[in-house]
């Protein structure tokens, strides 16, 4: 098996940055995606392949990556984006994909 | 419109046996890889199986291996997940997803709910 891991919980003010982090070892040769998931809704693809984004995902969300960790940056927050994401990505053999346990971001 | 349409959830006992279907449509189903991806309840997303566009090649999350059979329809734009010998745990919001570049998932149903519960 293989994991990935995220931080619980991020918080902050409307129009700050938040950023969500996401590790694993397989992440400098796997990509990373990026789930938004509202309660009661279906995941939607916010992120691929480590920093591209879906057509109709605003330019505030953003991913990048360093090493072990990829990131998801969200700026200038506004209260909607208050929702739960999950970073996901696959092991070494890309036999075995994964998510994170999840961030909970609430907009103060 | 692309959709994804899950059934097949319910109420079964520890030890039985359900199969999901996923439904599609909008898009050709031939050409991309589906996945199954569950949420117990308050709990996070845990990916289940996955499957080639052709059906040639399934993967398996640990916690399923050997009780979970994922399988395909292309000519009826279904997916399948055939659940075998199932415990209180697998008690989930199942939902199906489309693939999308490489390991992506980029078109979710609604889920179906399946309870594992004597």
């Known amino acids: 098996s293989y994991e990935v891991t995220q931080s619980p919980s991020v918080s902050v003010s409307p129009g700050q940055t938040a950023r969500i982090t996401c590790s694993g070892d397989?992440?400098?040769?796997?990509?990373a995606y990026w789930y938004q998931q509202k309660p009661g809704q279906a995941p939607v693809l916010i992120i691929y392949?480590?920093?591209q984004r879906p057509s109709g995902i605003p330019e505030r969300f953003s991913g990048s990556t360093s090493g072990t960790t990829v990131t998801l940056t969200i700026s200038a927050v506004l209260a909607e984006d208050e929702a739960d994401y999950y970073c996901?990505?696959?092991?070494?053999?890309?036999?075995?994909?994964?998510f994170g346990g999840g961030t909970k971001l609430t907009v103060l | 419109e692309v959709q994804l349409l899950e059934s097949g959830g319910g109420l079964v006992q520890p030890g039985g046996s359900l199969r999901l279907s996923c439904t599609a449509s909008?898009?050709?189903?031939?050409?991309?890889?589906m996945n199954w991806v569950r949420q117990a309840p308050g709990k996070g997303l845990e990916w289940v199986s996955g499957?080639?566009?052709?059906?040639?090649?399934?993967y398996y999350a640990d916690v399923v291996k050997g009780r979970f059979t994922i399988s395909r329809d292309n000519s009826r734009q279904t997916l399948y997940i055939q659940m075998n010998s199932l415990r209180a745990e697998d008690t989930a919001l199942y939902y199906c997803?489309?693939?999308?570049?490489?390991?992506?998932?980029?078109?979710w149903g609604q889920g179906t709910t399946v309870t594992v519960s004597s």
């Open positions: 997803a489309k693939g999308w570049e490489v390991y992506g998932m980029d078109v």
């Open positions: 909008g898009f050709i189903f031939n050409s991309f890889a």
């Open positions: 499957i080639s566009a052709s059906g040639n090649r399934t």
């Open positions: 397989a992440l400098p040769n796997q990509y």
């Open positions: 392949k480590d920093s």
């Open positions: 996901q990505s696959a092991d070494r053999g890309g036999t075995y994909w994964v």
